[in-house]
């Protein structure tokens, strides 16, 4: 069992930065790939980025890439997200998710490929 909490979220102005991070309760080395999705009022859960356990592959979603970068430290048990360029829409509540076994990277941006889920932080892009 995985347990992620996803302190941090917040309230920044368009074109700013924020970094969001994901804390499991175990050895993050254990799981095959952590991944963040977000999920914006009134639409469905949409891929972020994902991450595998050693850090060598990385992918993420159209509308994030050049923008937001994914990162983790096993010593640590942490997965983080780096944001930058900011824009309205951007504004969801961001999961973080962790699975457990291998996949390929293409299926890791479908949601219903992960074993454990955060509760989800708010961030919210001012114009």
């Known amino acids: 069992q995985v347990q992620l909490v996803e302190p941090g979220g917040g309230l920044v102005q368009a074109g700013g930065s924020l970094r969001v991070s994901c804390e499991a309760s175990r050895r993050t080395a254990r799981t095959y790939a952590m991944g963040w999705f977000r999920q914006a009022p009134g639409k469905g859960r949409e891929f972020v980025a994902v991450i595998t356990w050693s850090g060598d592959s990385t992918d993420y979603g159209d509308s994030v890439k050049g923008r937001f970068t994914i990162s983790r430290d096993n010593a640590k048990n942490t997965v983080s997200l780096q944001m930058n360029s900011l824009k309205p829409e951007d504004t969801a509540i961001y999961y973080c998710?962790?699975?457990?076994?291998?996949?390929?990277?293409?299926?890791?941006?479908?949601?219903?490929?992960?074993?454990?889920w955060g509760q989800g932080t708010q961030v919210t892009v001012s114009s």
């Open positions: 998710a962790a699975k457990s076994s291998w996949a390929p990277l293409l299926n890791l941006k479908n949601e219903n490929e992960y074993d454990y």
